[in-house]
């Protein structure tokens, strides 16, 4: 607060020496009481300053300037009504003063936040000669956003909130929800009596569980809140004040869950956390990227949005700012990366909006982001919006809306919409894949490495591992790409599987794998091997899944393999038996090549003769050719 009056206090004597030789009275009582509350203010005798310019309107009720001063007392003690009414006496007053500009401008600013954008753009033109050089990129937004809105509410979003039910909502504020990729567990930051716990809750027998606290060693006496959790639901990040031993205010923290139990958190370091206020963590469904908002040094507005990845030895980078085209010179907070990894959901109320804090998007295309589209109405409104979560299959959103109660306390609930189809065009949808892993020959739960590769570009793009306990993995596939999965332990044939979203939409799937434990007579069939219809030679992106069996191999010298190729009926049959071989010896022959034994590689096409499926459809034929590795 005294900040507050000293930035209101100079801001009014400069404006009053600037305009006392042109005031709008010539009343010398009026005068009179209208410097005695400059005095007061000088002096911090607000109380005067308030009696003395009530005072100088009742001697002049023409006197624009009182009405200006009370506007600003009255809008720094956040009394908007009163504000917003002395303002419009200061323009009205006369036909031309000395504030009727400025007044315009901050009476527009406040019909602005209350969302009459038709009177804040009347207000904001008429105090257009005002504007200075320095607040022009701030005027011009304004208006903008008197626009923009205007336009929204011609054309609102169709949505309908629905509260979560009572079991979820019953603390004092809920908010900041997010969700794990198979939209099973709802995570999100409860406030009972001022003191800030994260909950979690289930979604069982369709119907949201009663919430518990996520666990002793990551809640404490202080503030937890605003978290993120990775696909999986086994990387957890989260915002820790004052609890436990940091850098600053507010750090960052993460734990990782096995079985069922959280790990002790532990801060992310120096890389992540700073001096200043780090919080509201978005974590990429692989959980090797992470954004952030800190007020550090280096910010290009107040609060921005900071990036960090783990390199190839599992440390996280320097934070890196997400640049000028993200962030403003205003405020930017919630970040949340969808399960796509390509779409950023945040709020700004630096991007042209309905005034205050607004929902935006933006697309990261190619290593940058695309200019920030704002979400619409009614999902922004003329009050502040603060984050959004959106369900990796881009079907559902979860966020807080503020309720009134009838103490007139806003109390934080957590509600669920369906996005209308104009959104959910706009978002690549996800799907998840989930299951456990399993040893096929003893059938106990195992762990193992999971590999996620492009097969568009050949680039490795996500790496998860499975529940060391529970054997249990969870990760999620984009539309529009084709992928081969790699499940990899030690000591285990790497089982290979290949899906192709290049031209659909995709559905969620429960896929459970067994791994063949590396013996005699183990066999697996390398579903990312191609070849062009009824030709042999090896199309480029079977050398992702060849160069993966040349390590096995090198791994496992001692052991000879048959590289076996198989057709479906389709054609001669002679014809077919020589296509399998010619395929088999085309995988030998690069295994070869990459400087395996030769007398270790055996070679051998079956046709038609070894089918896994009867050939009565196409999807059968299509699994039946194929290529298999038998260690022998």
Known sequence: MRFLFLLFFFTTLSFSIKSQNVLSSTNKKALEAYQNALKALQERDLETAYNEFEEAIERDKLFAEPYFHLGKLYEQSRQFGNAILNYEKAVNAQEKSSVTEIASQQVGQLYLKKGDYQKALVYLEKGQPAVTFSNQKRYLARLESCKFALKSLENPLKITPIELPKTVNRFDSQYFPVLSADRETLIFTGQQDKDENL??????????????????????????????ISADGRTLVFTSCGGRRGFGSCDLFITYKEGND?????????????????????????????????????????????????????????????????????????????????????????????????????????????????????????????????????????????????????????????????????????????????????????????????????????????????????????????????????????????????????????????????????????????????????????????????????ENKGLPIEVSGHTDDVGKDAENLILSQKRAKSVRDYLVQKGINPAMVKSEGYGKTKPLLPNTSAENRKLNRRIEIKFL
């Open 262 to 554: 959280w790990s002790s958190p532990q801060n992310l370091g120096s890389n992540i956390n700073s001096g200043e206020w780090e919080s509201q963590p978005s974590l990429s469904a692989d959980g090797r990227t992470l954004y952030f908002v800190s007020d550090r040094k280096g910010s290009i507005g107040k609060r921005d949005i900071w990036l960090s990845t783990l390199d190839s030895m599992n440390v996280w980078t320097k934070a890196q700012n997400l640049g000028n085209v993200i962030n403003t010179s205003e405020d930017e907070l919630s970040p949340f990366i969808h399960a796509n990894g390509k779409t950023l959901f945040f709020s700004s109320e630096g991007h042209i909006g309905m005034g205050g804090l607004d929902l935006f998007f933006a697309e990261n295309q190619q290593g940058k982001w695309s200019t920030p589209e704002n979400l619409g109405f009614p999902l922004n409104t003329h009050e502040d919006q603060v984050a959004l979560y959106i369900t990796s299959d881009s079907k559902k959103a979860y966020y807080s809306l503020e309720r009134s109660q009838d103490d007139k306390i806003r109390r934080a609930k957590i509600v669920e919409i369906t996005l209308p189809e104009s959104l959910q065009s706009k978002f690549k949808p996800t799907f998840f894949l989930k299951g456990i892993v399993t040893d096929a020959q003893t059938k106990q739960k195992i762990s193992a490495n999971i590999e996620l590769v492009s097969l568009k570009d050949k680039e490795k793009i996500g790496l998860f591992t499975a529940d060391n306990q529970t054997g249990s993995y969870t990760f999620v596939l984009t539309a529009g790409n084709e992928y081969a999965i790699f499940v990899n332990k030690k000591g285990y044939f790497f089982k290979s599987i290949n899906v192709d979203l290049s031209q659909q939409i995709g559905t969620d799937k429960i896929l459970n794998i067994s791994l063949e434990p590396i013996q005699k007579n183990a066999k697996e069939i390398l579903n990312n091997i191609f070849f062009d219809t009824g030709k042999w030679e090896l199309q480029p992106a079977s050398m992702i899944e060849l160069d993966k069996l040349t390590l096995l191999l090198n």
């Open 199 to 228: 909950y979690q809750s289930v979604f069982k027998d369709s119907t949201w569980s009663v919430p518990v606290s996520i666990s002793d060693k990551i809640n404490t006496l202080e503030n937890e809140g605003t978290a993120s």
